[in-house]
């Protein structure tokens, strides 16, 4: 009888040691799901990946989407823009009388930047023109103009060549001059100026007159005095 009362009291201690370690268990469980509900709430990435993966994921098309037939295309207009851009030339006119004035406005009617510089006060008609007008020869040569125009007279050519800052001019530099003799200033330019200069004397058969509208097909003598390297860039006038 005492064996049977010792039996019953072993197996009501085990169920009662068993019974508590699944309590703990089950609290442990619990304490771990909010310490990670946590976790994730203060984190918001994860709580957004979290949240997304709940959720039923969208199928992924494979369809190309139609582009807009009135979208805008500018490719053609801008190359042709950094076409037109390749082609501005900047043009000092030396001399600004009544031929370099004939000659500027030609030019900046052909969208070339133009500039200009003389003995006289021509500030207010090159404004007027849209020429940069430089009274200092030096500040002339320093805008570093692509071509060179001497518009002077004949008596005044070879003071005003000699007098020139050509040095303050790029290398390569067009020159050029508009007289109505050719062999002065061809002699002239070759003496004077630097070697690596390229030369072209141009007589225009034309004049204010006769050229104040259109200059096609009126005659253009020239003569190509020098050239020391290609120019890609076109001179239109």
């Given amino acids: 009888m005492r064996a049977s009362a010792t039996t019953a ?9 068993q019974h508590h370690r699944q309590h703990r268990r089950r609290e442990r469980v619990r304490a771990h799901a909010s310490s990670s509900s946590a976790f994730v709430a203060a984190t918001p990435s994860l709580a957004s990946s979290s949240s997304s993966s709940s959720r039923r994921r969208e199928p992924i098309s494979t369809t190309p989407r139609a582009i807009d037939a009135a979208q805008p295309f500018d ?18 006119i030396v001399g600004f009388g009544n031929f370099g004035q ?9 969208g070339h930047d133009v500039i200009a510089t003389s003995r006289g006060d021509y500030y207010a008609t ?3 023109l849209g020429v940069a007008y430089y009274r200092d020869p030096d500040d002339f040569c320093e805008a570093h103009p692509d071509v ?20 303050r001019l790029r290398r390569n ?22 070697e690596n200069f390229d030369i072209v004397c141009l007589h225009p058969m034309f004049g204010p007159d006769s050229g104040k509208g259109s200059w096609k097909d009126l005659p253009l003598v020239y ?15």
């Fill in 9 to 17: 009291a072993a197996r009501h201690h085990r169920r009662h040691q």
């Fill in 75 to 92: 490719f053609e207009s801008k190359a042709r823009k950094k076409i037109e851009k390749s082609r501005t030339l900047t043009i000092g």
């Fill in 102 to 110: 004939f000659l500027a406005k030609r030019f900046v009617k052909c």
């Fill in 126 to 128: 090159a404004s007027e």
């Fill in 148 to 167: 060179v125009i001497f518009a002077t007279s004949i008596l005044s050519t070879e003071t005003t060549i000699n007098a020139f800052p050509t040095q």
């Fill in 173 to 194: 530099t067009l020159v050029c001059d508009v007289l109505s003799v050719k062999q002065f200033p061809k002699q002239l330019f070759l003496t004077k100026l630097p």
């Fill in 223 to 237: 003569d190509k005095v020098s050239e020391t390297g290609p120019r890609t860039t076109p001179f239109a006038m």
